[in-house]
């Protein structure tokens, strides 16, 4: 899907820090609840959406395998490919800047990182909003599922998966 807002930031992409975790779950959470209103009820967003930072983020980002673009110093979307299980585990963009393709290169970074880890393929539990960008970067869908997430709430989501 090509960008429709503003042109995408000068900044490059950079390696995330352990010590950036809660920033980037701040963002996840806005991201969530800007996005998914229409894909899920209104109380399962709430009750997914006010979820606590994981334990897994900061060994993710330790492991490598975290990466975020900012301009200046405002957060505009980050990615997370948990190396060990060959997932992509987070990919958040600011509801803001939705549309300009930050998405798209934020997953190339993704894949160049799993690539660099020795992965030929990443699969990713999607949710029901984020499905068409997927399809747009190349993933195939392998199948529907019920994810039953920390929270307590059971989120409908999409198994994809991409051959490197």
């Known amino acids: ?50 979820s606590p930072l994981p334990d897994s983020y900061p060994r993710l980002i330790a492991a490598g395998g975290a990466v975020l673009i900012e301009e200046g110093d405002e957060l505009l979307c980050y990615g997370i490919v948990d190396l060990e299980r060959a997932e992509v585990e987070a990919m958040f963009v600011a509801p803001e800047h939705g549309g300009r393709g930050l998405g798209a290169r934020l997953m190339g970074e993704i894949e160049a990182i799993a690539r660099d880890h020795g992965l030929s393929a990443l699969t990713v539990a999607s949710s029901l909003n984020a499905t068409a960008f997927y399809r747009s970067v190349g993933f195939n869908a392998i199948g529907e599922a019920a994810y039953p997430h920390p929270s307590g709430v059971t989120l409908a989501c999409v198994h994809m998966r991409k051959s490197l």
């Open 1 to 50: 899907m090509p960008p429709t807002g503003p042109s995408l930031p000068a900044c490059e992409p950079r390696a995330a820090r352990q010590d950036e975790a809660a920033r980037l779950w701040a963002l996840r959470t806005r991201a969530v609840r800007a996005g998914c209103v229409g894909h899920y009820d209104a109380a399962t967003v709430a009750i997914w959406s006010a």
